[in-house]
């Protein structure tokens, strides 16, 4: 269903801010201006036992202008919507970007900010693709629901616990600059999510099992319908459950691993996506967020790993979390290679280090996740591309003779150039002579990230890929979160290292 974007967003003076704010830009001498207006409504709800436990409804509403000046950036943000009040914040960018030449000048340096060329995109309008608005559903039915499917749960034998939680967001937002661009888009994403949980009272011993439902830039339909298939979820996991708990624990050692897109998605996040982020790779996040062992220096040489490993970044996959029409820079979506045949060969750039680096175009990858943020560079939907003509899940693990077969995220640990990680799931099932032999406990994958992708033997077809996530990405100072998706197929890896991690806690 198209969906147009709302009119009481369309209803305010959005042009005439814009206007205001870029022509008093322009008159006090700035290289580049350009004005955002935001409106974001985020809202979520938590069931305890399926009674309510807390639930939220707000809304961020204000603008932002950013300016090139003397060769600095500025920036300055307002709520103010008059004409007046959209100047006086230009005005005040401009002074930010004079006060940081003078700072920038005093250490020695001579470094000015550039910006790749963009082609000017005027009067476009994107809107996500979904069908349902969940915001055009009555509060009462969306905790009805999630107390329903937690009553449910808790009616099977051994479940003591239910969590259920719903985010919903619907995300407006209006971009001019002085370049010609003016576009407006509209998005709606949400993040349902239940786990049960089981005790023993023998022993008080306890586990639980969540959901392997992603994330999605969907509508209410993903709850009711279409996207995903909550009744035979809900059916299996209180059997799971009970597996799992009475599950012996792993054996340390080296194993094949089958890991399946509820959990691969989040090792992409980890050890490529922020290590493909080029101003990690070049050392503009080391104070907060971190670095990357993927230098820029090796582009186009670094054996990221096996030839079979293929990674796009994909600003424009259908239903995708970081799924846009242009990003916070006027940059229209695009879709590009990061590692291609186990090789990389590409980074996630924005305007200003695309121009740094000689790269050409930015690929659209500036995100600021409120008005009162300044655009810094984000993630794309990271994605492994699967095998056009690629084995099922089941044939994959047919070809194991001695392995686990992980599902669903859970934990995990990696350092701060994403090169050393541990890695933690929902469920483990033992693989002998190519079949699932019961549930394992206590398990966590440990590797490099070369060394891991380099182990990667096959990726499944595309009846086994998913498209992952999470709402939660965080970096930047002051700190940013933002919601990114990672689609990819079930995958082969050979002698992975395997921890009990019970026994490493020990230690």
């Keep these: 269903m198209t969906h147009q974007v709302d009119q009481t967003f369309l209803a305010l003076p959005l042009r005439a801010l814009a206007d205001a704010a870029l022509a008093r830009a322009r008159a006090l001498g700035a290289e580049h201006a350009d004005f955002r207006l935001e409106r974001v409504r985020s809202a979520s709800w938590r069931l305890r036992d399926a009674k309510p436990s807390g639930s939220s409804d707000t809304t961020d509403l204000g603008y932002a202008v950013r300016v090139v000046h003397g060769g600095a950036w500025g920036f300055a943000s307002g709520v103010d919507l008059s004409m007046d009040g959209a100047a006086k914040v230009a005005s005040q960018a401009v002074a930010m970007a004079k006060l940081s030449a003078q700072v920038i000048a005093s250490a020695g340096s001579d470094e000015r900010v550039e910006l790749a060329a963009e082609p000017v995109h005027e009067d476009r309008v994107w809107v996500s693709s979904y069908e349902v608005d969940p915001f055009s559903v009555p509060a009462e039915e969306k905790s009805a629901l999630l107390a329903d499917w937690s009553a449910r749960l808790l009616r099977a034998e051994g479940v003591a616990h239910v969590d259920a939680s719903l985010i919903t967001i619907h995300e407006n937002k209006f971009y001019a600059d002085t370049a010609g661009t003016v576009t407006t888009q509209q998005r709606v994403r949400l993040h349902p999510q239940l786990t049960a949980v089981a005790v023993d009272e023998t022993t008080g011993e306890f586990d639980s099992m969540r959901t392997l439902a992603p994330p999605v830039g969907r509508g209410w339909e993903y709850l009711t319908g279409t996207g ?139 995100f600021a996740d409120s008005p009162a943020h300044v655009p810094v560079q984000r993630m794309a939907n990271v994605s492994l591309s699967p095998d056009p003509g690629g084995l099922s899940t089941e044939d994959l693990i047919g070809g194991v003779e001695r392995g686990i077969y992980v599902v669903g995220d859970r934990s995990w640990s990696i350092d701060m150039q994403r090169y050393n990680f541990q890695f933690t799931g929902q469920r483990f099932f033992r693989i002998e002579n190519g079949r699932l032999a019961g549930q394992l406990r206590d398990v966590a994958y440990q590797a490099t990230t070369t060394d891991f992708w380099g182990s990667m033997e096959q990726v499944g077809g595309p009846q086994t890929y998913v498209l992952g996530g999470a709402f939660n990405c965080g970096k930047a100072q002051p700190g940013q979160v933002a919601a990114v998706s990672h689609g990819c197929p079930s995958a082969l890896f050979r002698g992975v290292n395997i921890l009990n991690t019970t026994q490493e806690a020990g230690r």
């Design 228 to 366: 995903w298939d909550w009744d035979t979820e809900l059916d299996e996991i209180p059997g799971l459950l009970a597996e799992k708990m009475r599950a012996p624990s792993v054996e340390a050692g080296r194993y094949d691993l089958v890991v399946d897109p509820s959990n691969l998605w989040l090792t992409i996040h980890e050890s490529i996506g922020h290590a493909t982020e080029l101003d990690r790779a070049l050392g503009y996040e080391a104070a907060y967020a971190g670095t990357s062992f993927a230098t820029f220096d090796q582009l186009g040489k670094l054996a990221y790993g096996s030839s079979v490993m293929n990674v796009t970044g994909d600003r424009t996959a259908e239903h995708g979390l970081a799924t846009i029409g242009y990003d916070d820079e006027g940059v229209e979506a695009q879709s590009w290679d990061l590692v291609k045949d186990g090789t990389l060969v590409g980074y996630q750039l924005d305007r200003r280090i695309a121009k740094l680096t000689e790269l050409g175009r930015s690929n659209g990858c500036a």
